[in-house]
């Protein structure tokens, strides 16, 4: 089991302690415990009871739970919390900003267990009569309530195609199986899924239901499947999935029916016909052929959006998309610096053992006190490191970077001087989030116009099925990049995936560079590459428009050109 997962069994179980009221002591020996846990960078599953002792703050008791839960994947305390937990309460534990003593006071006092009947709560005033709670909580609450409702059922999409592929493993073993593919939104990689579908050609439909009605990890929803499709429960993450039947001569017609948003389906061609009209005419063996018929170029999955991609095929003019290998750096990553789990050195060595030819370092600015943000005296520390990593792994490169946090009027967290001392600055909104569009936009056009802002991180702050981000004015945003030549991030991380794609498109038609970035804090974490591509590609996002496209000559000649401009400006 990997570090993270035992990680966040162990998080819970310290919010269900508090939840139950066990004493603050035991609680916060626990949470420091896991503190110290996210700090390690060795796998707690290949070690030993004893060995696990050995990690501050972990004792004999949690060193076998450890064990235990890498052995079963649970363990005794979380496993008797969890029980006299109700379902609902512990959905209402993953409403952002609210911890487990908010919704502990909630449940003793207006016995309330689920989130439909603590909105109603909401709306009829009575949580703001809660000691600690008051009026502005209350509205902030309903927010998170209303958003999380609204999210209920959705994964994320590394989740989605992570569940996909073990599904797909499953029935490929299937008798009567012939073909089967992930089709809708995780096909065309939207960045969250409800619900996962596949699509299946099969002889033996019976034999499918028996085998997901017999399977532990899913659940039947026979109410909502029928004879054309079968609808079930992931239980692990409480996933819904569809799957689709067809036959073998279908398959083809059927697959890109269901990949393809309606838009695209019903885009109106040359002839006056659409892909529906189309696919009701004939079956085809590929949907290379499909395009033929209609006259157009072949469209990758990601772009049936029937948004711009027919503009493009009318001129054949479909752009070479951005892949993995045109990637030649990675920046905006995190070490132990400020709040990463790898050292610098393991975070370069091990993205030049992946190939690429620089890394960004850009560790958390002094503002940020709770990520052991750099002090000056530290940031000098720091730069002698990479000076002598840079004669280490030549011709590999580590370029100095900060991730610098936006202050409430726009300003970076650093004066001009050291500033100067970086490669390249990563300006992004930490705290506080709780902004309207004016505020937010603003405290961003600031920092965009500051001449040290190389790069603009998670614009909008959002965590995917958390938390919306805060609101901004998208397009004033990016025609201040344009206009102050700043480029602009898309957060590869799964939950953020910021800058969304939607406004991507419109960044790369003001001529903005696009840098794909990790934001890793660990060195697993540069993997996520691979979801800000998906991302970018959903934009038509090319090599040319990549910031981190740019060979190491390249980009140490931007940075270069980019800190003489500044420093001419201040």
Avoid at 2 to 28: C, P, R, S, W, Y
Avoid at 51 to 60: A, H, T
Avoid at 188 to 203: D, F, G, H, N, S
Avoid at 254 to 260: E, N
Wanted: charged fraction near 30%; hydrophobic fraction near 35%.
């Amino acid at each position: 089991m990997e570090n993270k997962q035992i990680i966040k069994i162990l998080k819970n179980t310290a919010k269900l302690m508090e939840l139950h009221g066990e004493n603050d002591f035991k609680v916060k020996s626990y949470q420091s415990a896991v503190n110290s846990l996210e700090r390690h960078n060795k796998s707690l599953a290949l070690m030993s009871v004893e060995d696990l002792q050995g990690i501050e703050g972990v004792g004999k008791s949690l060193a076998q739970s450890i064990y235990q839960i890498n052995e079963q994947g649970s363990f005794e305390l979380f496993d008797d919390l969890s029980a006299k937990t109700p379902e609902g309460i512990l959905e209402m534990m993953q409403l952002s900003g609210f911890g487990p003593k908010k919704i502990k006071l909630i449940w003793e006092k207006l016995e309330i267990d689920n989130l439909e009947d603590l909105l109603i709560a909401c709306k009829e005033n009575k949580i703001a009569a809660l000691k600690g709670f008051g009026e502005k909580t209350q509205i902030k609450l309903q927010e998170a309530v209303e958003f999380k409702l609204s999210k209920r059922g959705y994964i994320h999409y590394r989740e989605a195609e992570k569940l996909a592929e073990i599904i797909i493993e499953e029935l490929k073993d299937l008798e009567g199986v012939q073909d089967v593919s992930v089709t809708a939104d995780a096909r065309r990689k939207m960045e969250v899924i409800k619900p996962l579908e596949l699509i299946v050609a099969t002889e033996n439909k019976a034999k499918l239901i028996q085998f997901f009605a017999k399977h532990e990890e899913f659940e039947l929803d026979k109410k909502n499947s029928g004879p054309l499709s079968l609808k079930f429960l992931y239980k692990p993450s409480k996933a819904e999935v569809k799957l689709i039947f067809t036959n073998k001569d279908h398959f083809v017609n059927d697959l890109f029916k269901s990949t393809a948003h309606p838009k695209h389906l019903n885009f109106e061609l040359e002839d006056g016909k659409t892909f529906n009209s189309i696919l009701n005419e004939k079956l085809f063996n590929s949907e290379e052929e499909i395009y033929k018929e209609a006259g157009l170029p072949f469209i990758v999955a990601e772009l049936r959006e029937g948004l711009w991609e027919f503009d493009w095929a009318k001129d054949n003019n479909i752009p070479e998309l951005l892949e993995m290998n045109d990637l030649k750096g990675i920046l905006h990553n995190h070490s132990t610096y400020s709040d990463g789990k790898n050292s610098l050195e393991e975070m370069a060595q091990y993205c030049k053992e992946l190939g690429y030819e620089y890394l960004g370092i850009s560790d958390h600015s002094k503002t940020a006190t709770y990520a052991n943000g750099l002090q000056e005296f530290r940031i000098k520390k720091q730069h002698e490191e990479i000076d002598e990593l840079n004669e280490k792994l030549a011709p590999f490169k580590i370029f100095k970077g900060i991730e610098s946090d936006i202050l409430n009027d726009g300003s970076l967290d650093y004066a001009n001087d050291i500033l100067e001392s970086f490669d390249f600055v990563v300006s992004s909104i930490h705290s506080p989030l709780n902004m309207d569009e004016k505020t937010a936009t603003n405290r961003l056009l600031n920092a965009i116009a500051n001449p040290f802002t190389t790069i603009l991180g998670h614009p909008t702050g959002r965590l995917l099925l958390q938390r919306k981000g805060y609101p901004i004015n998208h397009k004033a945003i990016i025609d201040a990049c344009a206009e102050y030549g700043v480029v602009m991030e898309i957060n590869a991380h799964p939950w953020r995936l910021d800058l969304d794609w939607r406004y991507v498109r419109y960044a790369l038609d003001k001529g903005v560079q696009i840098s794909i970035n990790p934001d890793a804090h660990e060195t697993n974490g540069y993997h996520d590459m691979y979801y800000g591509l998906c991302v970018g590609r959903k934009a038509g996002l090319t090599a040319k428009e990549t910031f981190n496209a740019k060979s190491l000559e390249e980009i140490s000649k931007y940075f270069e050109d980019r800190k003489k401009s500044a420093l001419s400006k201040v």
